[in-house]
Nanobody, 124 residues
């Protein structure tokens, strides 16, 4: 079973950038789909982006399209979420998650493994 560890969260001003990392241990990501979700206080967990590790295919939520980029580093067994032009409404705990197969990318119940989350706070 793969274990996931996120890092890279923090406090940033609106318009700034952050890069989140999700590193796998125990197994490689080679046959997985890896997604990023976020959850703000009092709100449901929200899909952000997903990458197919095998072919690099990506999908984004409309709310982050054009501002966020998901990518992978095979050698480091790590998935990144580069976040730019951040807005206060991007403030949330960000989680990475992995699944062997995904039918509906934005359905959190399709993901088998979750990291512990990393806080991102965007000040206005």
């Amino acid at each position: 079973q793969v274990q996931l560890v996120e890092s890279g969260g923090g406090l940033v001003q609106a318009g700034g950038s952050l890069r989140l990392s999700c590193t796998a241990s125990g197994r490689t990501f080679s046959t997985y789909f890896v997604g990023w979700f976020r959850q703000a206080p009092g709100k449901e967990r929200e899909f952000v982006a997903i990458i197919n590790w095998s072919n690099g295919g990506t999908t984004y939520a409309n709310s982050v399209k054009g501002r966020f980029t998901i990518s992978r580093d095979n050698a480091k067994n790590t998935v990144y979420l580069q976040m730019s032009t951040l807005k206060p409404e991007d403030t949330a705990v960000y989680y990475c998650a992995a699944a062997r197969s995904v039918v509906v990318a934005n359905n959190p119940y399709e993901y088998d493994v979750w990291g512990q989350g990393t806080q991102v706070t965007v000040s206005s």
